[in-house]
Every structure is written in structure tokens, then in C-alpha cells.
């Protein structure tokens, strides 16, 4: 597939990555836990290969 035809699915595939990162935020309690859980989506490794 070349980089103009999966480009569309990449952007969407993104959206749904950042979606679940916010809920997984969103259930810590603490700011300390969003922290710790910002950080480790941060540091993920799908985070990576979409950057």
C-alpha cells in the first residue's frame, strides 16, 4: 500500500488511539496516576511508530 492510500487509515487509526488514551486517563483518580499513566502512553511503543 503506498503512503498516500494509507494515510487515511493512519489518521483514523490515530483518532481511535488518542480516544482510548484520554479514557485510560480519565479513569485514573489521582493526578499522580495521570501522570504515571500520561507517561506511559507517552513512552509506548504505538505512541512511537505513530509519531
Given at each position: 500500500?503506498?503512503?498516500c492510500a494509507a494515510q487515511p487509515?493512519?489518521?483514523a487509526v490515530r483518532f481511535?488511539?488518542?480516544?482510548?488514551?484520554e479514557?485510560?486517563?480519565a479513569a485514573?483518580?489521582?493526578?499522580?496516576?495521570?501522570?504515571w499513566r500520561r507517561r506511559r502512553i507517552a513512552r509506548s511503543s504505538y505512541t512511537r511508530a505513530f509519531n
Open positions: 500500500m503506498s503512503g487509515q493512519l489518521t481511535l488511539f488518542d480516544r482510548q488514551a479514557h485510560h486517563l485514573a483518580v489521582t493526578p499522580m496516576g495521570r501522570a
